[in-house]
Each structure stands twice: as C-alpha cells, then as structure tokens.
C-alpha cells in the first residue's frame, strides 16, 4: 500500500513538473504569482525539481522513504505560496490561496508516506543469490571455508583475517566509509553449508548464509547466497550506492559470477584492457576501454 501511494505520488510529480516546463506561464497563472517578473523561470526550477522526486519515486525498488523529497519541496512551495497570498488581493490572492490549500493536501499525503516508508526501512537490508558452478562440491566448499579467499571474488571486500577456527575480522568498502567488524561462524555442515554472524557491539550488523547442494543431474555445485544488513543508515547507503549504479542484490551476484570463474579457470576472466591481474577490489579502478596504437 505505502509503495503504491508513492508511485502515485511520483506519477503527480511527473504531471505537474511536465505542466511546469511545458507551459509555465499557465500554472503561475492558476497560482496567482504570474504579476511577479521571475514566475516563470521559478516555475521551470520547480518543475524540474519535481522531475528528480519522479525519477526517484518511480525508478526506486523501495520508492517510500523518497518521498521525504517531496516533503522538502512542499515546505518551500507552502512558503513562497504563502507570501504570494499575504501580498495579493482580489482573484489572485483567491488563486493563491486555492494553490496553498492543494499543496497543503499533498503534504499530508506526502509526510504520511514518508513516514510509512521509513518505518518500512528499519528492518534489515536482506539479499539473495545463487549460482552454479561447474565443480565438485566438496571443493567449492573447502574453497569458500578458507575465509580469506573471499576477496578473491567480493569487489568490496578489503580483507578478512581468520583470528581462529571460528572467528575472523573483516574489512570492506562501504559507499561512504570503509567498514570493520568481527565475525563468528555459527553453524556448520561440512559440505552442506556455512552460516555467521557478525559479533555485536562492533557497530556493524550483518549475517550470511551460503548453502551448497549438487547441481541438476550431479553436475556442478549449486551455490546459494542469503546475507542480512543491519547497521544504521543501511537503507540510505544502498540508496546511494544504486545512484552510483552499485545496487546491492547486483553487487551479491557479481560477486557469484566471479567465485564461478576463480572456481572454474582459476581467476577471474580479463581481457587484456584489464591486466590488474584477478583480485576483485582491483576492477574498481578499470576504465573504459579506449582505441590503442592509433585504431579506430
């Protein structure tokens, strides 16, 4: 219900950002504001403004929390609507005051799905994966127990260090700030499966689950992945990082594809645009490739 009431929320701020550049000299009428000389350019600012909340609203897999852009638009429409009212008389101060009351409405409507989204928001960031790789599985999963192969594979994973059989210390890079945690295995099946949890009261929450199961017909190893976040600000930081084209269920499978090559050919693939050679963290900094030796 509050992703669908904000998706309608993005869809009026589509309609009205179009009327705004298509015909500012209209909307700033109904508004009573169109005496004042910087109306119309106001106007288009505004419009495109509410194009961001729809692209956020509608593009989002999450669109509620995105919605508080909304609201901050509203309190600045409410304050300019308001001085246009206080300085205007006859059929423009009725306009005003018509254009103050809708947009009234819509901030209600709006503060309310924001609020419903970011209730939503504070359970934690959760995501799935799997993948087949085409070896045996008891090789796949020696190769995954051997915590510190794990950055051979995870783009964001700096390090981890086992500090014994069951506990190990991790460091990763974060969309914002690099991260550091402890982590302990809490169930084990030899073959089967490798479960943990990082240790409290070492401000990150997370969890993961890798299960490991013959493929169709024997061949290959199933792969399945489920990890849990759950550290402050993790809606926020994977909001941002899906701006940076890095969402974090892509990140997950990324991750997957590389552990099939390292499993299958012992590395991961490269073209010769790529010579960094196969640690994962290293393809952060690749380039576009670009024409060499004066070809086009």
Not at 62 to 79: E, H, Q, S, Y
Not at 230 to 256: I, N
Request: charged share 25%; with cysteine; glycine share 12%.
């Amino acid at each position: 219900m509050t992703d669908r009431l904000a998706r309608a929320l993005g869809w009026t701020s589509l309609a009205l950002g179009t009327a705004q550049l298509a015909a500012p000299r209209a909307v700033t009428g109904l508004c009573g504001v169109d005496d004042a000389p910087e109306a119309t350019t106001v106007a288009r600012l505004v419009g495109g403004r509410e194009l961001l909340h729809a692209a956020l609203l509608l593009g989002a897999k999450n669109p509620a929390p995105w919605a508080w852009t909304r609201v901050a638009g509203d309190a600045m429409d409410l304050g300019v609507l308001g001085r246009a009212a206080a300085n205007r008389t006859g059929a423009r101060r009725t306009r005003a005051l018509t254009a103050l009351g809708a947009v009234a409405g819509l901030t209600v409507l709006d503060a309310a799905c924001a609020r419903r989204g970011t209730a939503k928001a504070k359970g934690p960031l959760q995501m799935r994966a799997s993948i087949t790789v085409n070896r045996p599985r008891e090789e796949v999963y020696l190769f995954w127990r051997e915590l510190e192969n794990l950055p051979s594979f995870m783009v964001h994973l700096d390090t981890v260090r086992s500090l014994d059989r069951r506990r190990s210390h991790w460091r990763a890079k974060g969309p914002m700030v690099d991260l550091e945690w402890e982590a302990e295995i809490i169930d084990e099946r030899a073959g089967d499966l490798i479960a943990w949890r990082s240790v409290p009261g070492k401000g990150v929450s997370t969890a993961g689950l890798v299960g490991f199961t013959d493929g169709p017909g024997g061949r290959g190893t199933v792969v399945d992945v489920s990890l849990e976040f759950g550290m402050r600000g993790r809606r926020l930081a994977a909001a941002v990082a899906r701006m940076f084209g890095e969402h974090p269920e892509q990140q997950v499978r990324d991750d997957l594809r590389r552990f099939k090559q390292v499993m299958e050919t012992g590395e991961v693939v490269r073209s010769e645009g790529s010579p960094e050679g196969h640690r994962a963290l290293r393809q952060l900094h690749q380039h576009p490739a670009q024409p060499i030796g004066g070809r086009t």
